[in-house]
């Protein structure tokens, strides 16, 4: 078989061709041409970030040095509450930045340590409490690593000093080129700086001593083998111990031994023997099991594993399991950071979860100092807006590595919604309020 084209017909062709040609090229043109739109808007965005993130360390460093010098309550508020405005400045920059989390993880830790470090000094200077000798030393030592920080991002800044270099940078890393000058080198740098900055020690989550933090019952107890701990295990599930597998260890301040099957999982710590965590993954076919029917089952499970002194708290429902949240109580008085949680299975009642690390970590015999307020005059001063419905003694975490003994406020909101609040036996300090979120699922807190 054979073809021919008339001229015309040949001509027409090559326009199409010819067309779809130029049409393709275009294309690549306009994209290449949004591309460089785009490299150039994230250009720009990043180097208003750096140039606001080396500001805000700047300003960090200089209020830091203030503060040294605070004669008075009223001075100390004023640069607490600038501290941590500026903390949230230099958090919103690091985050706009394209940094991996392992170079600005010490960066962002500073930040953080300085924002709560802040609070727990405005909270002193609001109460009238007076800075201590170790505290002023401390913000000494946070002003020097702010200054540090502020003259290494200074000379990142210099490098990164336009949006062409920021461009240059992108498509580096779109063509998968590594430098060694980049501002990610830059900021690890720095992070291995902030590695030998002293020990900073106050009463805040993001204190280092928290990390040094170890459990009073896990150091008393009895080191246990994995055989031992196979066992333990095994008899909490009711299988034999041929049915479960070693599946990994645990190190750092909770060692522990993991073990499983196809459906459950189990941890035993290795010093005590104390199950910190089990779960059975089984399907749950439905909802019939009611609250309160599964709160007595979760009662009675602690109650036959001897752990009696524990009060319901909270309690959420999640894939037809409700969970709720158990409390030590000593004396009558909750221990919030002692906390257990279990969860029930809502087709059968079935105990499906148990999760005790918060009371393994930090569950001790307390001294509880005599409250030098009464109930009454703690009540005085709740808000006029609240009203005041019932009362317990609690303690509660400050946040840190100290505990809180507290009256618990439960109360009615303005729009009749239930509020705590927490008010310290020893200072009428209110140390939280949380409004609580009831819902057909369980309680929250905001």
Known sequence: MTFSFKKRN???????????????????????HRLKMTTRQLSHRYQAALEELTSGIDNIAVTLEKSMYAGTSGGMCGLTGELEL?????????????????????????????????????????????????????????????KTLSTRLDEALSTYNSADNWQRGINDALAGVKTEEGL?????????????????????????????????????????????AKNIAAEYCGVSAEELEFTSEEHGKMPSYHFGNDSISISVTKRGGFVSYFRNDRDINGSSVKYEEALIKAKTFLENKNLKEFSPTYYYTEENMCVINFAYTQNGVICYPDLIKVGVALDDSEILFYEARGYIMNHSARTLSTPLYTE??????????????????AIIPSGGQNELYCYEFLCEGLKGEEVLVYVNTQTLYEENILILLKTDGGTLTK
């Not at 040949?10 to 994209?31: C, D, N």
């Not at 009454?376 to 003694?393: D, E, G, H, M, T």
């Open 184 to 228: 990610s080198a830059s900021v690890e740098e720095m992070a291995k700086q902030l590695s030998d900055s002293p020990t900073l020690i106050y009463d805040g989550p993001f204190s280092d001593h928290i990390e040094e933090r170890s459990s009073q019952m896990l150091a008393s107890a009895e080191e246990i083998n994995e055989e031992q």
């Open 376 to 393: 009454q005059q703690a009540a005085a001063v709740l808000s006029p807006r609240l009203k005041y419905k019932s009362v317990n003694k």
């Open 10 to 32: 040949l001509v027409r062709v090559t326009s199409f061709f010819l067309a779809g040609v130029l049409a393709l090229a275009g294309g690549v043109i306009q994209s290449r």
């Open 86 to 146: 500026q903390a949230g400045a230099v958090e919103t920059a690091i985050s706009a930045l394209p940094l991996d989390q392992e170079g600005i993880g010490a960066v962002s830790k500073f930040v953080s340590q300085v924002s709560d470090f802040a609070s727990v000094l405005l909270r002193k200077a609001v109460n009238g409490s007076d800075i201590t000798t170790e505290e002023r030393k401390s913000l000494s030592s946070l002003a020097e690593t702010a």
